[in-house]
């Protein structure tokens, strides 16, 4: 390619790792020979000259129940699509995406010799905390470590404090005036966020709060009883707000087979959208919040510190989107 372009190998270098100081006309030389000679960089090559594999790990929560047979990826669209996100980002970047277990045996994932780590949804409590291999190595978090708070350079996240706010901001302009919450364990900062928006909310209106914890994973009966529990309230809620769309689906389920009108009688949404809430009847409203988008930025935000370095703890905001469906569409003179 230098020989082709007439210049040194290396200009060639230094335009192709986009460092010294090229003069346009020769980068714009130098960037047509190599498109022409098709020139691919060898992967190899560089991992020996970088020290670096070019290969980042990713660990999925284990909050939900796991799809049959494929322990590693929950049965939820919000993990499938931040998945997908961190792995194009990763691709376009040439680097591979490796998936570990919750369980993950570090020893054996340092034969990988992994650049950087994503922890999707953590409590802190993870072997990548535990282990002390967070101090050795990058790391990106979606959603902050709050059961064991820890040290992350980067966190990627909604506000979703205020996402719950807005929510119920909804259900009361619908005509709901008792709204409850479902959640799994508010050890994790996306439930635990959305119930203090939840709490600030009925605080502000002078409301009791009604809040029904389930313990990780929850199942179709623990959602049953916790709904159950709620509705034989003296003053039962008439709507409610759930911290996923699985707990959506399966209050739906429950509300049918009791025979409440839905939504006339219950209204159902959840703070997680997916594409399974609309193959419902009625449809359940949902929170988008972007979780494909979520999965690039936490991947582009870790090749940067693998690339660059830097301490500076920073968090980097995902915006949300209510998506209001038939669920919650009741007359607001109810």
Not at 45 to 73: H, M
Not at 226 to 237: C, F, N, S, T, Y
Not at 279 to 297: A, D, I, W
Request: charged letters at 20%; one cysteine or more; hydrophobic letters at 45%.
């Amino acid at each position: 390619m230098a020989a082709a372009a007439g210049v040194s190998i290396t200009t060639v270098s230094h335009v192709l790792s986009g460092q010294g100081r090229i003069s346009e006309t020769t980068r714009r030389r130098v960037a047509k020979v190599v498109a022409d000679l098709g020139y691919q960089a060898n992967t190899h090559a560089q991992q020996l000259v970088t020290r670096r594999s070019r290969i980042l790990a990713i660990q999925l929560a284990n909050s939900i129940e796991v799809v049959t047979g494929a322990a590693l990826v929950p049965n939820s669209d919000y993990f499938l699509e931040v998945l997908n996100g961190a792995a194009e980002a990763a691709a376009e970047a040439a680097y591979a995406l490796l998936l570990t277990p919750p369980d993950a045996d570090l020893y054996s994932l340092n034969s990988f010799a992994v650049d950087g780590a994503i922890l999707v949804d953590p409590r802190g409590d993870e072997p990548f905390f535990a282990t002390g291999w967070a101090r050795d190595h990058p790391l990106v978090t979606t959603g902050r470590p709050i059961a064991v708070p820890q040290a992350v350079p980067v966190v990627i996240d909604n506000d979703l404090v205020a996402a719950a706010e807005l929510m119920l901001d909804h259900l009361e302009r619908n005509g709901y005036r008792r709204p409850a919450v479902i959640t799994t364990d508010t050890s994790r900062s996306y439930t635990f966020d959305l119930v203090a928006g939840y709490t600030r909310w009925t605080a502000a209106r002078g409301l009791a709060p009604m809040v029904a914890e389930l313990d990780e994973p929850p199942t179709v009966d623990d959602v049953a009883r916790a709904l159950g529990h709620l509705l034989d309230r003296p003053e039962p809620p008439d709507a409610i707000f759930t911290t996923s769309e699985n707990l959506a689906l399966s209050v739906l389920h429950e509300a049918r087979a009791r025979g409440l009108d839905v939504p006339d009688r219950l209204g159902i949404c959840s703070a997680v959208d997916s594409g399974s809430l609309q193959l419902t009847s009625p449809q359940v409203t949902g929170m988008f919040v972007h979780p494909r988008e979520v999965g690039r930025k936490a991947a582009a935000a870790l090749m940067a510190l693998i690339d660059d370095g830097g301490t500076t703890e920073r968090t980097i905001e995902i915006p949300v989107q209510l998506n209001a469906r038939a669920s919650t569409r009741r007359d607001s003179r109810l």
